[in-house]
Protein backbone atom coordinates (compact mmCIF):
# COMPACT_ATOMS: atom_id res chain seq x y z
CA UNK A 1 0.00 0.00 0.00
CA UNK A 2 1.46 3.57 -0.72
CA UNK A 3 2.09 5.92 2.30
CA UNK A 4 3.06 8.57 0.82
CA UNK A 5 2.89 9.49 -3.11
CA UNK A 6 5.23 12.68 -4.52
CA UNK A 7 4.45 13.28 -8.25
CA UNK A 8 5.83 15.60 -9.81
CA UNK A 9 6.94 18.12 -6.85
CA UNK A 10 8.38 21.48 -7.50
CA UNK A 11 9.58 23.61 -4.98
CA UNK A 12 11.02 26.91 -5.46
CA UNK A 13 12.98 29.27 -3.40
CA UNK A 14 12.12 32.97 -4.08
CA UNK A 15 14.90 35.25 -2.47
CA UNK A 16 14.25 38.98 -3.50
CA UNK A 17 16.89 40.65 -5.46
CA UNK A 18 18.23 37.25 -6.64
CA UNK A 19 17.31 34.86 -9.07
CA UNK A 20 14.59 32.07 -8.33
CA UNK A 21 15.92 28.64 -7.21
CA UNK A 22 14.36 25.66 -8.65
CA UNK A 23 15.66 23.45 -5.62
CA UNK A 24 13.37 20.71 -6.51
CA UNK A 25 12.05 19.92 -10.16
CA UNK A 26 9.71 17.55 -10.84
CA UNK A 27 10.44 15.09 -8.35
CA UNK A 28 8.32 11.81 -8.22
CA UNK A 29 8.63 9.16 -5.00
CA UNK A 30 6.54 6.76 -2.97
CA UNK A 31 7.07 5.31 0.39
CA UNK A 32 5.25 2.24 0.98
CA UNK A 33 4.01 1.03 4.76
CA UNK A 34 6.91 -0.92 6.44
CA UNK A 35 8.84 0.06 3.30
CA UNK A 36 12.56 1.92 3.87
CA UNK A 37 13.41 4.07 1.10
CA UNK A 38 16.92 6.15 0.98
CA UNK A 39 17.18 9.03 -0.78
CA UNK A 40 21.03 10.40 -1.71
CA UNK A 41 23.16 12.58 -3.32
CA UNK A 42 25.13 15.88 -2.84
CA UNK A 43 25.01 18.58 -1.10
CA UNK A 44 22.30 21.14 -2.86
CA UNK A 45 20.63 18.51 -5.08
CA UNK A 46 17.72 19.36 -3.18
CA UNK A 47 16.73 16.26 -1.31
CA UNK A 48 16.60 18.36 1.94
CA UNK A 49 14.36 20.97 0.81
CA UNK A 50 11.91 17.40 -1.06
CA UNK A 51 12.16 16.39 2.79
CA UNK A 52 10.47 19.66 4.12
CA UNK A 53 8.47 19.68 1.42
CA UNK A 54 6.60 16.48 2.56
CA UNK A 55 6.75 17.71 6.22
CA UNK A 56 5.09 20.72 4.94
CA UNK A 57 7.61 23.37 5.77
CA UNK A 58 7.83 24.23 2.35
CA UNK A 59 5.28 24.95 0.23
CA UNK A 60 4.83 23.25 -3.14
CA UNK A 61 5.26 25.22 -6.28
CA UNK A 62 3.28 22.32 -8.58
CA UNK A 63 2.93 19.04 -8.19
CA UNK A 64 0.97 16.99 -5.88
CA UNK A 65 2.10 14.96 -2.14
CA UNK A 66 -0.10 12.78 -1.20
CA UNK A 67 -0.03 11.16 2.34
CA UNK A 68 -2.60 8.44 3.52
CA UNK A 69 -5.19 9.77 0.85
CA UNK A 70 -4.76 13.55 1.92
CA UNK A 71 -2.90 16.22 0.38
CA UNK A 72 -0.17 17.84 2.34
CA UNK A 73 -0.59 21.46 2.47
CA UNK A 74 2.02 23.52 3.97
CA UNK A 75 1.98 24.25 7.69
CA UNK A 76 0.72 27.66 9.01
CA UNK A 77 0.14 29.05 12.17
CA UNK A 78 -3.24 27.37 12.91
CA UNK A 79 -2.97 23.46 14.32
CA UNK A 80 -2.03 21.05 12.09
CA UNK A 81 -4.43 19.07 10.21
CA UNK A 82 -4.90 15.88 12.78
CA UNK A 83 -4.41 13.38 9.34
CA UNK A 84 -0.96 15.11 8.38
CA UNK A 85 0.11 14.22 12.14
CA UNK A 86 1.11 10.77 10.90
CA UNK A 87 4.58 12.48 9.31
CA UNK A 88 7.29 12.79 11.66
CA UNK A 89 10.38 14.03 11.01
CA UNK A 90 14.07 13.72 12.66
CA UNK A 91 16.72 16.98 11.78
CA UNK A 92 20.11 16.90 11.10
CA UNK A 93 21.28 18.65 14.01
CA UNK A 94 20.60 17.25 17.33
CA UNK A 95 22.10 19.97 19.22
CA UNK A 96 19.77 22.47 17.28
CA UNK A 97 16.92 19.91 17.17
CA UNK A 98 16.09 19.82 20.75
CA UNK A 99 15.17 22.75 23.27
CA UNK A 100 17.96 23.22 25.76
CA UNK A 101 16.18 24.25 28.34
CA UNK A 102 13.34 22.10 28.88
CA UNK A 103 13.87 18.24 30.01
CA UNK A 104 14.20 15.34 26.99
CA UNK A 105 10.96 13.80 29.36
CA UNK A 106 8.99 16.85 28.95
CA UNK A 107 9.91 16.97 24.98
CA UNK A 108 9.33 13.57 24.19
CA UNK A 109 6.07 14.02 26.49
CA UNK A 110 5.24 16.26 23.55
CA UNK A 111 5.39 13.22 20.77
CA UNK A 112 2.92 11.28 23.42
CA UNK A 113 0.26 14.06 23.85
CA UNK A 114 0.25 14.81 19.70
CA UNK A 115 -0.67 11.05 19.33
CA UNK A 116 -3.38 11.08 22.24
CA UNK A 117 -1.52 8.37 24.43
CA UNK A 118 -1.81 7.92 27.73
CA UNK A 119 -0.42 4.87 28.71
CA UNK A 120 2.99 4.94 27.75
CA UNK A 121 5.37 7.35 29.37
CA UNK A 122 8.67 8.59 28.49
CA UNK A 123 10.47 6.66 30.09
CA UNK A 124 9.37 3.98 28.42
CA UNK A 125 9.97 6.02 24.89
CA UNK A 126 13.79 6.25 26.22
CA UNK A 127 13.70 2.23 26.78
CA UNK A 128 12.63 1.81 23.00
CA UNK A 129 15.74 3.66 22.09
CA UNK A 130 18.00 2.03 24.18
CA UNK A 131 18.84 4.53 26.72
CA UNK A 132 18.21 4.29 30.11
CA UNK A 133 14.78 4.99 32.21
CA UNK A 134 16.13 7.84 34.14
CA UNK A 135 17.30 10.00 31.54
CA UNK A 136 14.19 11.63 31.80
CA UNK A 137 14.89 14.19 34.11
CA UNK A 138 17.90 15.26 32.16
CA UNK A 139 18.69 17.80 30.01
CA UNK A 140 19.89 18.00 26.20
CA UNK A 141 23.43 19.47 27.21
CA UNK A 142 24.11 16.20 29.48
CA UNK A 143 24.13 13.77 26.54
CA UNK A 144 26.82 13.18 23.62
CA UNK A 145 25.71 13.75 20.15
CA UNK A 146 24.51 9.83 19.79
CA UNK A 147 21.97 9.79 22.62
CA UNK A 148 20.61 13.36 21.43
CA UNK A 149 19.77 11.41 18.45
CA UNK A 150 18.38 9.15 20.04
CA UNK A 151 16.09 11.08 22.21
CA UNK A 152 15.03 13.29 18.67
CA UNK A 153 13.91 10.04 17.56
CA UNK A 154 12.19 8.91 21.01
CA UNK A 155 10.26 11.95 20.65
CA UNK A 156 9.79 11.75 17.01
CA UNK A 157 8.06 8.32 17.13
CA UNK A 158 6.38 9.12 20.63
CA UNK A 159 3.47 10.81 18.68
CA UNK A 160 3.12 7.28 16.44
CA UNK A 161 4.11 8.14 13.07
CA UNK A 162 3.03 5.95 9.98
CA UNK A 163 5.75 7.72 8.24
CA UNK A 164 9.37 8.92 9.66
CA UNK A 165 11.77 11.40 8.13
CA UNK A 166 14.99 11.64 8.70
CA UNK A 167 16.97 14.52 6.97
CA UNK A 168 20.63 13.89 7.35
CA UNK A 169 20.22 12.35 10.96
CA UNK A 170 23.53 10.39 11.04
CA UNK A 171 25.67 13.54 9.61
CA UNK A 172 26.06 15.22 12.56
CA UNK A 173 26.92 12.00 14.36
CA UNK A 174 30.66 10.25 15.21
CA UNK A 175 31.61 7.50 12.89
CA UNK A 176 31.59 4.63 15.74
CA UNK A 177 27.42 6.02 16.35
CA UNK A 178 26.32 6.52 12.51
CA UNK A 179 25.72 2.48 11.65
CA UNK A 180 24.19 2.38 15.28
CA UNK A 181 21.34 5.08 15.01
CA UNK A 182 20.81 4.40 11.45
CA UNK A 183 19.84 0.64 12.43
CA UNK A 184 17.93 1.88 15.38
CA UNK A 185 16.15 4.11 13.11
CA UNK A 186 14.91 1.45 10.76
CA UNK A 187 14.20 -1.26 13.52
CA UNK A 188 11.86 1.19 15.17
CA UNK A 189 10.18 2.29 11.99
CA UNK A 190 9.92 -1.09 10.12
CA UNK A 191 8.60 -2.92 14.00
CA UNK A 192 5.79 0.04 14.07
CA UNK A 193 4.71 -0.21 10.83
CA UNK A 194 5.83 2.58 9.61
CA UNK A 195 7.36 3.87 6.24
CA UNK A 196 10.71 5.53 6.93
CA UNK A 197 12.24 8.30 4.35
CA UNK A 198 15.68 8.53 4.95
CA UNK A 199 18.45 11.21 3.69
CA UNK A 200 21.70 10.92 3.75
CA UNK A 201 24.76 11.69 1.38
CA UNK A 202 26.03 8.64 3.15
CA UNK A 203 25.88 5.97 0.71
CA UNK A 204 27.50 3.37 2.97
CA UNK A 205 25.11 3.61 5.36
CA UNK A 206 21.93 3.69 2.97
CA UNK A 207 22.98 0.55 1.43
CA UNK A 208 22.76 -0.83 4.80
CA UNK A 209 19.22 -0.08 6.41
CA UNK A 210 17.59 1.07 2.90
CA UNK A 211 15.13 -1.24 1.28
CA UNK A 212 14.92 1.29 -2.08
CA UNK A 213 17.56 4.14 -3.24
CA UNK A 214 16.58 7.10 -4.70
CA UNK A 215 19.18 9.30 -6.30
CA UNK A 216 19.13 12.63 -6.94
CA UNK A 217 20.63 15.32 -9.06
CA UNK A 218 20.21 18.62 -9.08
CA UNK A 219 16.56 18.83 -8.23
CA UNK A 220 15.19 15.77 -9.85
CA UNK A 221 15.58 12.07 -8.93
CA UNK A 222 18.03 10.27 -11.61
CA UNK A 223 17.98 6.83 -10.71
CA UNK A 224 15.23 4.51 -8.79
CA UNK A 225 15.56 0.78 -7.25
CA UNK A 226 15.97 -2.09 -4.88
CA UNK A 227 19.25 -1.45 -2.81
CA UNK A 228 20.64 -4.39 -4.25
CA UNK A 229 20.03 -4.04 -7.66
CA UNK A 230 21.39 -0.27 -7.73
CA UNK A 231 24.40 -1.42 -5.71
CA UNK A 232 25.38 -4.02 -7.53
CA UNK A 233 24.52 -2.76 -11.01
CA UNK A 234 24.11 1.15 -10.65
CA UNK A 235 22.87 2.41 -14.32
CA UNK A 236 23.29 5.82 -14.49
CA UNK A 237 26.41 7.29 -14.58
CA UNK A 238 25.49 10.17 -11.79
CA UNK A 239 25.17 6.88 -9.55
CA UNK A 240 28.52 5.07 -10.98
CA UNK A 241 30.41 8.09 -9.70
CA UNK A 242 28.47 8.48 -7.01
CA UNK A 243 29.38 4.85 -5.91
CA UNK A 244 33.15 4.90 -7.51
CA UNK A 245 33.94 7.95 -5.22
CA UNK A 246 33.68 5.89 -1.83
CA UNK A 247 37.01 5.15 -0.31
CA UNK A 248 37.17 1.38 0.82
CA UNK A 249 38.44 0.62 4.24
CA UNK A 250 40.37 -2.55 2.66
CA UNK A 251 43.99 -1.26 3.19
CA UNK A 252 44.58 -1.32 -0.50
CA UNK A 253 45.89 2.40 -0.80
CA UNK A 254 43.39 3.06 -3.97
CA UNK A 255 42.80 6.29 -4.59
CA UNK A 256 38.65 6.94 -5.30
CA UNK A 257 37.84 7.87 -8.42
CA UNK A 258 37.10 11.85 -8.88
CA UNK A 259 33.30 13.39 -10.70
CA UNK A 260 35.22 16.60 -11.62
CA UNK A 261 33.66 19.95 -11.86
CA UNK A 262 30.77 20.93 -9.51
CA UNK A 263 27.00 20.44 -9.04
CA UNK A 264 25.65 23.56 -11.28
CA UNK A 265 23.68 26.33 -9.92
CA UNK A 266 20.39 25.25 -9.17
CA UNK A 267 19.54 28.88 -10.52
CA UNK A 268 20.60 28.02 -13.56
CA UNK A 269 20.95 24.35 -14.32
CA UNK A 270 22.29 22.91 -17.95
CA UNK A 271 20.06 22.28 -21.03
CA UNK A 272 19.44 18.96 -21.71
CA UNK A 273 20.32 16.12 -19.34
CA UNK A 274 21.24 17.93 -16.37
CA UNK A 275 24.44 15.78 -15.93
CA UNK A 276 25.42 16.28 -19.29
CA UNK A 277 28.20 18.64 -18.50
CA UNK A 278 29.88 16.69 -16.10
CA UNK A 279 29.32 13.05 -17.78
CA UNK A 280 31.97 10.98 -18.98
CA UNK A 281 29.64 9.39 -21.71
CA UNK A 282 27.58 12.25 -22.10
CA UNK A 283 25.77 12.17 -26.45
CA UNK A 284 24.51 14.52 -28.37
CA UNK A 285 21.04 14.02 -27.30
CA UNK A 286 22.00 14.46 -23.84
CA UNK A 287 23.05 18.39 -24.72
CA UNK A 288 19.58 18.95 -26.01
CA UNK A 289 16.50 16.94 -24.47
CA UNK A 290 15.84 15.93 -21.04
CA UNK A 291 15.73 12.07 -20.21
CA UNK A 292 12.29 12.81 -18.23
CA UNK A 293 11.71 9.14 -17.51
CA UNK A 294 12.13 6.15 -14.69
CA UNK A 295 13.66 4.36 -12.73
CA UNK A 296 16.92 5.72 -14.61
CA UNK A 297 16.80 9.53 -16.09
CA UNK A 298 19.17 8.43 -18.61
CA UNK A 299 19.18 8.25 -22.49
CA UNK A 300 21.49 4.81 -22.29
CA UNK A 301 18.70 3.50 -20.42
CA UNK A 302 15.71 4.93 -22.76
CA UNK A 303 12.60 2.59 -21.70
CA UNK A 304 11.58 0.96 -25.23
CA UNK B 1 62.55 11.63 10.35
CA UNK B 2 60.82 15.14 9.58
CA UNK B 3 58.71 15.24 12.49
CA UNK B 4 59.03 12.70 15.78
CA UNK B 5 56.59 13.03 18.28
CA UNK B 6 57.49 11.38 21.68
CA UNK B 7 55.72 10.51 25.12
CA UNK B 8 53.46 13.73 24.30
CA UNK B 9 51.37 14.31 27.07
CA UNK B 10 48.52 17.42 27.36
CA UNK B 11 46.56 18.47 30.11
CA UNK B 12 44.25 20.87 30.32
CA UNK B 13 42.39 21.79 33.26
CA UNK B 14 43.81 18.91 35.02
CA UNK B 15 42.71 17.15 33.00
CA UNK B 16 44.64 14.58 31.28
CA UNK B 17 43.75 14.62 27.18
CA UNK B 18 47.30 13.40 25.50
CA UNK B 19 48.90 10.58 27.61
CA UNK B 20 52.20 9.99 25.85
CA UNK B 21 52.07 10.18 22.16
CA UNK B 22 54.45 8.95 19.92
CA UNK B 23 54.35 9.54 15.72
CA UNK B 24 57.23 9.66 13.61
CA UNK B 25 56.14 11.51 10.44
CA UNK B 26 58.81 11.04 7.31
CA UNK B 27 58.82 13.20 4.58
CA UNK B 28 56.56 11.97 1.13
CA UNK B 29 54.24 10.08 3.49
CA UNK B 30 50.70 10.30 4.53
CA UNK B 31 50.54 9.44 8.15
CA UNK B 32 47.15 8.91 9.07
CA UNK B 33 45.45 9.47 12.67
CA UNK B 34 42.27 7.77 12.97
CA UNK B 35 39.89 6.93 16.57
CA UNK B 36 36.76 8.67 17.61
CA UNK B 37 35.96 12.09 19.06
CA UNK B 38 37.67 12.61 22.15
CA UNK B 39 40.40 10.26 21.54
CA UNK B 40 43.07 13.38 21.10
CA UNK B 41 43.58 13.24 17.44
CA UNK B 42 42.87 17.20 17.10
CA UNK B 43 45.04 17.81 19.97
CA UNK B 44 47.98 16.57 18.68
CA UNK B 45 47.80 18.09 15.68
CA UNK B 46 47.40 21.43 17.35
CA UNK B 47 50.24 21.07 20.24
CA UNK B 48 52.63 20.52 17.09
CA UNK B 49 51.86 24.25 15.80
CA UNK B 50 51.51 25.13 19.61
CA UNK B 51 48.08 26.51 19.18
CA UNK B 52 47.27 24.23 22.59
CA UNK B 53 43.95 26.15 24.13
CA UNK B 54 44.94 28.52 26.71
CA UNK B 55 46.33 27.18 30.06
CA UNK B 56 46.99 23.53 28.73
CA UNK B 57 50.18 21.88 29.83
CA UNK B 58 52.32 20.84 27.58
CA UNK B 59 55.00 17.64 27.82
CA UNK B 60 57.05 15.15 26.16
CA UNK B 61 59.26 16.47 22.73
CA UNK B 62 57.93 17.44 19.23
CA UNK B 63 61.00 17.35 17.38
CA UNK B 64 61.24 18.89 14.01
CA UNK B 65 64.98 18.14 12.97
CA UNK B 66 67.05 19.50 15.96
CA UNK B 67 64.93 21.84 17.18
CA UNK B 68 62.29 21.07 19.83
CA UNK B 69 58.70 22.77 19.34
CA UNK B 70 57.52 22.62 23.33
CA UNK B 71 60.54 24.53 24.23
CA UNK B 72 61.00 27.02 21.43
CA UNK B 73 60.77 30.90 22.32
CA UNK B 74 57.14 32.37 21.10
CA UNK B 75 59.34 34.53 18.28
CA UNK B 76 61.06 31.27 16.84
CA UNK B 77 57.93 29.76 17.01
CA UNK B 78 55.99 31.88 14.83
CA UNK B 79 58.52 31.43 12.22
CA UNK B 80 57.47 27.68 12.20
CA UNK B 81 54.33 28.16 12.62
CA UNK B 82 52.84 28.76 8.95
CA UNK B 83 56.59 28.04 7.23
CA UNK B 84 57.26 25.39 8.37
CA UNK B 85 54.68 23.23 9.69
CA UNK B 86 51.30 24.37 8.35
CA UNK B 87 47.71 23.24 9.04
CA UNK B 88 44.32 22.40 6.97
CA UNK B 89 41.33 22.69 9.06
CA UNK B 90 38.07 21.22 8.44
CA UNK B 91 35.60 23.66 7.77
CA UNK B 92 36.66 25.45 5.10
CA UNK B 93 33.56 27.50 5.68
CA UNK B 94 34.99 28.60 8.83
CA UNK B 95 38.72 28.94 8.68
CA UNK B 96 38.63 30.86 5.76
CA UNK B 97 38.40 34.82 6.42
CA UNK B 98 35.14 36.00 4.83
CA UNK B 99 35.40 39.23 4.51
CA UNK B 100 39.25 39.13 2.95
CA UNK B 101 40.02 38.68 -0.86
CA UNK B 102 41.55 34.72 -1.55
CA UNK B 103 44.64 36.32 -2.72
CA UNK B 104 44.95 38.67 0.49
CA UNK B 105 44.39 35.53 2.81
CA UNK B 106 47.00 33.44 0.08
CA UNK B 107 49.49 36.33 0.30
CA UNK B 108 49.76 37.98 3.83
CA UNK B 109 52.22 34.77 5.27
CA UNK B 110 54.18 34.69 2.35
CA UNK B 111 55.18 38.36 2.28
CA UNK B 112 56.07 37.87 5.92
CA UNK B 113 57.52 34.16 6.09
CA UNK B 114 59.46 34.52 2.83
CA UNK B 115 59.96 38.18 2.87
CA UNK B 116 58.28 38.43 -1.06
CA UNK B 117 57.23 41.84 -2.07
CA UNK B 118 53.66 42.52 -3.81
CA UNK B 119 54.27 41.78 -6.52
CA UNK B 120 56.17 38.19 -6.06
CA UNK B 121 53.75 37.20 -3.57
CA UNK B 122 51.06 37.66 -6.35
CA UNK B 123 53.01 35.94 -8.69
CA UNK B 124 53.44 33.24 -6.59
CA UNK B 125 49.57 32.94 -5.31
CA UNK B 126 48.67 32.46 -8.80
CA UNK B 127 50.66 29.57 -9.45
CA UNK B 128 49.62 28.04 -5.99
CA UNK B 129 46.06 28.41 -6.97
CA UNK B 130 46.49 26.69 -10.37
CA UNK B 131 48.49 23.65 -8.68
CA UNK B 132 45.49 22.87 -6.27
CA UNK B 133 43.86 23.01 -9.68
CA UNK B 134 41.71 26.19 -8.97
CA UNK B 135 40.08 27.42 -12.94
CA UNK B 136 41.08 30.40 -13.63
CA UNK B 137 43.83 31.29 -10.77
CA UNK B 138 43.98 34.68 -12.48
CA UNK B 139 40.49 35.51 -11.50
CA UNK B 140 40.50 33.42 -9.08
CA UNK B 141 42.54 35.65 -6.95
CA UNK B 142 40.27 38.55 -6.49
CA UNK B 143 37.54 36.97 -5.43
CA UNK B 144 36.15 36.22 -1.98
CA UNK B 145 35.40 33.06 -0.05
CA UNK B 146 31.65 32.67 -0.68
CA UNK B 147 32.13 32.87 -4.11
CA UNK B 148 33.27 29.61 -4.04
CA UNK B 149 32.19 26.11 -3.25
CA UNK B 150 32.95 23.53 -0.26
CA UNK B 151 35.18 22.07 -2.32
CA UNK B 152 36.82 25.05 -3.76
CA UNK B 153 37.26 26.28 -0.71
CA UNK B 154 39.01 23.49 0.87
CA UNK B 155 41.74 23.74 -2.20
CA UNK B 156 42.30 27.14 -1.47
CA UNK B 157 42.77 26.39 2.33
CA UNK B 158 45.72 23.82 1.34
CA UNK B 159 46.66 26.32 -0.77
CA UNK B 160 47.36 28.80 1.64
CA UNK B 161 48.45 26.02 3.84
CA UNK B 162 51.61 25.18 1.15
CA UNK B 163 52.48 28.74 0.52
CA UNK B 164 55.23 28.96 2.35
CA UNK B 165 56.78 25.73 1.08
CA UNK B 166 56.13 23.54 4.72
CA UNK B 167 57.71 20.80 5.53
CA UNK B 168 55.32 19.52 7.78
CA UNK B 169 51.26 19.75 6.82
CA UNK B 170 48.59 18.67 9.34
CA UNK B 171 45.36 18.08 8.52
CA UNK B 172 42.71 18.19 10.31
CA UNK B 173 39.76 15.89 8.83
CA UNK B 174 40.11 18.01 5.65
CA UNK B 175 37.29 15.94 3.99
CA UNK B 176 34.62 15.85 6.82
CA UNK B 177 32.50 18.79 5.97
CA UNK B 178 32.63 17.63 1.70
CA UNK B 179 30.74 15.45 -0.42
CA UNK B 180 32.21 12.14 -1.38
CA UNK B 181 32.60 12.99 -5.07
CA UNK B 182 34.66 16.36 -3.78
CA UNK B 183 36.45 14.09 -1.33
CA UNK B 184 37.58 12.30 -3.58
CA UNK B 185 39.38 15.22 -5.48
CA UNK B 186 40.57 16.59 -2.46
CA UNK B 187 42.36 13.18 -1.22
CA UNK B 188 43.88 13.11 -4.64
CA UNK B 189 45.97 15.90 -4.68
CA UNK B 190 46.67 15.85 -1.24
CA UNK B 191 48.12 12.30 -1.91
CA UNK B 192 49.68 14.49 -5.32
CA UNK B 193 51.56 17.39 -3.42
CA UNK B 194 52.82 14.61 -0.96
CA UNK B 195 54.42 13.05 -3.66
CA UNK B 196 55.68 15.96 -5.17
CA UNK B 197 56.43 18.02 -2.54
CA UNK B 198 58.49 15.52 -0.36
CA UNK B 199 55.86 16.52 2.70
CA UNK B 200 55.35 14.76 5.63
CA UNK B 201 51.69 14.35 5.91
CA UNK B 202 49.83 14.11 9.34
CA UNK B 203 46.40 13.44 8.08
CA UNK B 204 43.45 13.12 10.94
CA UNK B 205 40.03 11.18 9.81
CA UNK B 206 37.93 9.08 11.71
CA UNK B 207 36.97 7.68 8.36
CA UNK B 208 39.10 4.78 7.50
CA UNK B 209 38.13 4.42 4.42
CA UNK B 210 39.94 8.35 3.73
CA UNK B 211 42.88 6.13 5.64
CA UNK B 212 42.81 3.62 3.27
CA UNK B 213 43.02 5.53 0.26
CA UNK B 214 45.82 8.00 1.27
CA UNK B 215 47.58 6.92 4.32
CA UNK B 216 51.13 5.06 3.96
CA UNK B 217 51.12 4.78 7.69
CA UNK B 218 48.28 4.66 9.73
CA UNK B 219 48.16 5.20 14.11
CA UNK B 220 45.05 4.43 15.73
CA UNK B 221 44.00 6.50 18.96
CA UNK B 222 41.87 5.84 22.04
CA UNK B 223 41.72 8.12 25.38
CA UNK B 224 45.14 10.18 24.67
CA UNK B 225 47.42 7.38 23.95
CA UNK B 226 48.21 5.53 20.51
CA UNK B 227 47.26 2.17 20.67
CA UNK B 228 48.25 0.39 17.52
CA UNK B 229 50.60 1.82 14.61
CA UNK B 230 51.88 0.20 11.64
CA UNK B 231 51.74 0.44 8.07
CA UNK B 232 48.17 0.72 6.29
CA UNK B 233 48.00 -2.32 5.03
CA UNK B 234 48.95 -4.49 8.47
CA UNK B 235 46.73 -2.07 10.49
CA UNK B 236 42.96 -2.02 8.37
CA UNK B 237 43.30 -5.66 7.53
CA UNK B 238 44.75 -7.79 9.99
CA UNK B 239 44.72 -4.89 13.34
CA UNK B 240 46.31 -6.56 16.58
CA UNK B 241 44.69 -4.28 18.73
CA UNK B 242 40.89 -5.22 19.65
CA UNK B 243 39.92 -1.16 19.74
CA UNK B 244 40.69 -0.89 15.96
CA UNK B 245 39.24 -4.28 15.33
CA UNK B 246 35.87 -2.80 16.91
CA UNK B 247 36.16 0.06 14.97
CA UNK B 248 36.56 -1.62 11.81
CA UNK B 249 33.88 -3.64 12.78
CA UNK B 250 31.11 -1.01 13.28
CA UNK B 251 31.71 0.24 9.99
CA UNK B 252 28.23 -0.63 7.54
CA UNK B 253 29.38 -1.91 4.21
CA UNK B 254 28.84 -5.78 5.02
CA UNK B 255 25.49 -6.53 4.95
CA UNK B 256 24.32 -7.58 8.74
Redesign the interface.
Known amino acids: MTLLSVDDLVVEHRTPGRPLVRAVAGASLTVAAGEVVGLVG ?2 GCGKSTLARAVCGLNPATTGTITFEGHPVTPLGLRRRNRALAGIQMVFQDPYASLNPRRRVGAQIADGLRAAGDTTTTSADMLERVGLPRDFADRHPHEFSGGQRQRIAIARALAARPSLLIGDEPISAL ?3 A ?3 V ?2 LMRDLAVSSGAGLLFIS ?5 V ?2 IADRIAVMYLGKIVEIGRTAEVWEDPRHPYTR ?2 LG ?16 G ?2 PDPADPPPGCRFHPRCPVAMDVCREREPAFTPVACWLHEPA | MTLAISDLKVSVGGREILRGVDLDLRAGRVHGLAGESGSGKTMTGLAVLGLLPHGARASGRILLGERDLLTLPAKDLNAVRGGEVAMVFQDPATSLHPMLSVGRQLTEHMRHHLGLDKKQARARAVDLLGQVRIPGPEAAIDRYPHQFSGGMRQRIAIAIALACSPKVLIADEPTTALDVTVQAGILRLLRGLCDDLGLAVLLVTHDLGVMSAVADEVSVMKDGLVVETGPRGTVLRDPSHPYTRALLDSLPGETP
Open positions: ESDASQAQARHDLSVRLALAIPAPDGAGVLPAELPDV
